[in-house]
């Protein structure tokens, strides 16, 4: 054994971790922690960076065992230049679902029709399908009620709540972030109405 390696037991293998990937997930931490805290003096941001170097050295070892085949760090995956355009995206999507959403129940002749929706997204990871579930609850008029694998169950308020979803543009964008050209990412896609004709 490699002095400095950590002791593996029961077959499990080391993976690489690049610079890259490890950059990374120090600036996707920094970002959380200057989102949540919501100050930018020194103090704050020292205390930030400290933070994240402090996480990051702490999880080093776990970070370098490969617990199953093809067990690779989201942030080594991810293209940066995608995240950003799906996060300009996502924004905006959730600006028009809450204007949606509000004329709705600001007008009381809309009636409201919620539905359960369940489709099949072919995500590159498991990352991906927990980012596409946690985009769609974040989205006005939209919440996921179960992943499992592939499946995902959505409720939806209204029929426009889900129209990204049924025509598979949210999944493909999710997609998109991981691999270059996602295809035949949403499939096995019913309806159910809460409330039958």
């Not at 499992?148 to 426009?160: A, I, R, T």
């Not at 990204?164 to 493909?172: A, F, I, N, S």
């Amino acid at each position: 054994m490699v002095r400095g390696e950590p002791n593996i037991p029961g077959g499990l293998q080391l993976r690489h971790r690049s610079r890259g990937g490890i950059l990374a997930h120090a600036v996707i931490l920094m970002v959380l922690w200057l989102l949540l805290s919501g100050h930018f003096d020194v103090f704050h941001i020292s205390l930030g960076v400290f933070s994240v170097a402090l996480v990051i050295a702490a999880n080093a070892r776990i970070n370098r065992v490969q617990f199953f085949k093809g067990d690779v760090p989201e942030w080594e995956r991810l293209r940066f230049n995608r995240l950003l355009r799906y996060l300009t995206w996502l924004v905006w999507q959730i600006v028009v679902a809450g204007l949606q959403v509000a004329y709705v129940v600001l007008s009381p002749r809309i009636r409201v029709d919620p539905s359960l929706l369940r489709f099949r997204a072919r995500m590159p990871s498991v990352g991906a399908a927990v980012i596409l579930g946690n985009s769609i609850t974040l989205t006005p008029g939209t919440l996921t009620l179960e992943i499992n694998k592939d499946e995902f169950l959505v409720h939806s308020l209204m029929d426009e709540s889900m129209s990204g979803l049924v025509d598979g543009t949210m999944p493909t964008m999710v997609a998109r972030m991981f691999r270059a050209r996602p295809s035949d990412v949403i499939s096995d896609v019913r309806i159910t109405k809460s409330v039958e004709e």
